[in-house]
């Protein structure tokens, strides 16, 4: 029988490829190096793969191309022998524990300027709405609780430590301010100024003295606009024989007055230090040690190595410090782990200043975690479990506060592709968000329509893509092909290994097909 041909190049010159001719055996890993620049890509990529797909889009109906990009065809005289090819990118998008279908399919970034432009602040302390206050807003509020009363306009100055009260007189004489308030006392600029502050960091200036009436809107208007910008954001307006009312630029919670984040799309990304939670760095879980693996059988006593690490090579100072205290602190030394005393369990997990404990000795071994053989010893001993701080929601408690009908950015992401398009087409919206959010509602719904289409309808947006084998994942790149192959059924997927599409592509590809298409 003849030698199967392998794959042969003729006259490649795409982008720089120097009108070259080669031939590629099949069934074989074939290693492509060079220098940067000398064309590497150019050839697996631009020529080999950009050939394959064409060919392959070309076989598909009409109806299924116009899903597709327009590929074209490489410059190349002629390739021979091409089998399906699947590229697979070095900026595979499905690379860290943390991406997940939402990530992968772009969703999760209109869902991040969603809530970053219409969502709901509430306080993560108090749970209270977030107030922040626009010139126009303040003046509103003034005019119409307070209509004709006087009022001072003032705002906070910080005094630097240890500026004699004369020279801070003296500055604000020069800007052109009159007055200021310190304590109950109205002082004049142009009076001597107090000898001595004592330890007071800050005095309230006062801008100006108005009467809340609405012919002076204007006034009004650009005396808040000064105060907020002298203010640094904040200003208090007392009103005669009346309350003093405190306004923020920057968001506060309404109830508790703590300052809260303004929410911006970095705030909900689990990859960014802005948007992680702390705890889990935004995974969702936490590795701890599992004390089901540190004591795998309770039925040993300590003398018999309960604490299975210790009963290797590296644990056995342990062990034997774990004896000494032992005798030093009358522990019983012979009865099963199972049977002793919570305190002295307690005492063998945490030690005390002369006996490091579980807890000591795994923290020993943690700082050799850069040697490999170190870390598989510690994936032993450790499982995962959710992140206490963010119960799996992988955002620290700010951005979980932000909230758009009703739900968190991690409660969205739970919802199925299927009920997230239903709720994106039915939100509820004020007529002012509406407009704000017309254009990432339009593409988000571009997004899930094409998921549902495919028959993707039943996976939860935050389902991680990085899973175990055989688990039938999805994978962003591929979904474009199942479309074009109008293949739907969920067993039929296949499955992703390790290193991305592969397999994936493999199994959407039924031979019959190949066959038709590469014949
Ligand atoms: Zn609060
Ligand atoms: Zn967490």
Redesign the pocket.
Known sequence: MPQPLGLRIQGARQNNLKNISLEIPHDRLTVVTGVSGSGKSSLAFDTLFAEGQWRYIESLSTYARMFLDRVDRPDVDKIEQIRPAVALEQKNPVRTARSTVGTATEVYDYLRLLYAKIGRVHCPTCGAPAVSHSPESIVNTLLGEHAGARALITFRLAVPAGLPPAELWATLTRRGFARVRIDGDILDLAAPAPADFGDRTAIAVVLDRVVLDPAQRGRISESIEAALREGGGQLAVEIVGGPTRVFAEDFRCSGCGAALERPQPLLFSFNHPLG???????????LKYDEARVVPDRTLSLADGAVEPWTHPSGRWYQRELMKAARRKRLDTDTPWEKLPEATRAFVHKGDGTFPGIQGFFEEVESYRYKLHVRVFLSRYRSQSI??????????PGALAVRVAGLTIAEFTALTIDAAARLVGDLGLTAWDAVVAREILRQLTAKLTFLLRVGLGYLTLSRQTRVPPCEAPILADVVELMISIGNSNPRDRGCASDDGSLEFSAHLLPSHQLRATFA
């Not at 992680?276 to 936490?286: I, L, M, S, T």
């Not at 206490?388 to 620290?396: F, I, V």
């Open positions: 992680a939670c702390p705890e889990c760095k935004g995974f969702g879980n936490v992140c206490p701080t963010c119960r799996g929601a992988r955002l620290k």
